[in-house]
């Protein structure tokens, strides 16, 4: 289909593509990075909070 757009026209939706991809490129490097930082923290919170409550259970290093 785009093909048949005209020039002008058809650039525009590979301009657009392109950035997608670069968008998507980016979220994904994004999330990659900030996984084990996450991960981490998350850990630290349960560590933390171990032994607080009676429903919590104690967490053992």
Known sequence: MVKT???EQANLVL????FVR???????DELTLMAPVDLLAQL???NNLSGN???LPEVEA
């Open 5 to 7: 757009l005209p020039e």
């Open 15 to 18: 301009m657009f593509t392109q």
């Open 22 to 28: 670069q968008q998507a490129s980016q979220l994904q």
């Open 44 to 46: 630290t919170l349960v």
């Open 53 to 55: 409550w009676a429903d």
